[in-house]
């Protein structure tokens, strides 16, 4: 295929070519999504419906249920529809959208977890200006810029007019993954146009890196905050309300900078699919159980909501 105007889809990775397989990894990614999305239906649910839990914390929590639920639908169902009808194919503008919302939920989860360390640090360093800083409109304005900034930089991928990954010219249509991946879309160039999308990556790490940073920081600062705290219980208390960010931020990072930051190969192996399967369902599946397991509050109202 001579360029990219050429080619009306992509072939996705199957992850066998037995039919029997492709049925199972159906009922498999099924059953994982079904169980992912009820988990944190439930916690925007709960967050929703309980007062006691309308503030600045859970608000940021429920933000992230959605992202989360939001991430793994732009990818699973169409994997499991490929298994289902033993396909492996994609159409270009669908691929196009999937590389816009996987970016889109990525970086909008990746700016409000940096948002949510902000905000334990303001509850525990501060906590007499907390809701004084952290009031409504704050918070609204707060979210609102996560997931514009989050949009904003996906189109940055994605749109020709910025030069992002479908600006450039593809030699071939065959993505070794089981969805469009930006890094898989790259070695399929053909033309120069591929660098500025590899620099506009670049720039894209040092962000992420200046992220990382921060939260870091402002751990550092959060835990010198709760050693000052004289009383065991003070302390035991706001661990408890900053370890379950912590938790999920560190597997969320672990997981994609595995993904990421490991060299791909050129021929797809099972490594490589199970790296990414690992890096697309755990954050999602992780973090409604952290959450409903280490926060006493979002406990008890799921179990009113389910009847316990």
């Not at 890094?183 to 120069?192: E, F, G, H, R």
């Not at 550092?220 to 302390?235: D, K, P």
Request: one cysteine or more; glycine letters at 4%; aromatic letters at 14%.
């Amino acid at each position: 295929m001579s360029n990219k105007t050429s080619i009306s889809g992509f072939l996705l990775l199957q992850f066998s070519d037995l039919q029997e397989f492709q049925i199972l990894h159906f009922v498999a990614f099924l059953l994982l999504y079904l169980g992912i999305v009820s988990g944190n239906l439930l916690i925007i649910s709960a967050i929703a419906l309980d007062r006691l839990l309308h503030s600045p914390m859970y608000f940021f929590l429920m933000n992230l249920a959605i992202q989360d639920i939001g991430f793994l639908s732009v990818i699973i169902p169409k994997s499991m529809a490929n298994s289902l009808m033993n396909t492996r194919h994609i159409s270009y503008s669908g691929c196009v959208a999937q590389v816009l919302f996987f970016v889109f939920f990525l970086a909008s989860s990746f700016a409000l977890l940096t948002v949510m360390a902000y905000d334990q640090y303001v509850a525990i360093y501060n906590p007499l200006e907390y809701e004084m800083i952290m009031n409504r409109n704050a918070c609204l304005q707060i979210v609102a810029i996560v997931w514009i900034t989050g949009f904003l930089y996906s189109v940055l991928h994605t749109t020709g007019w910025a030069h992002g990954t479908f600006a450039i010219t593809f030699c071939s249509n065959i993505v070794n993954q089981f969805f469009c991946k930006i890094p898989q879309l790259l070695k399929l160039a053909c033309s120069d146009l591929y660098l500025i999308e590899m620099g506009v990556l670049v720039f894209s790490i040092f962000m992420c890196l200046g992220c990382f940073i921060f939260i870091v920081v402002t751990y550092v600062h959060i835990f010198t905050a709760v050693h000052r705290i004289r009383s065991v219980q003070g302390r035991k208390k706001a661990l408890s309300t900053c370890l379950p960010h912590l938790i999920v931020f560190s597997t969320f990072v672990s997981t994609a900078s595995f993904a990421y930051l490991r060299p791909s190969s050129d021929n797809p192996s099972h490594l490589d699919i199970a790296v990414t399967i690992v890096y697309s369902v755990v954050p999602p599946l992780l973090n409604p159980v952290i959450y409903s397991r280490r926060n006493k509050e979002i406990k008890n109202t799921v179990r009113r909501l389910l009847g316990f």
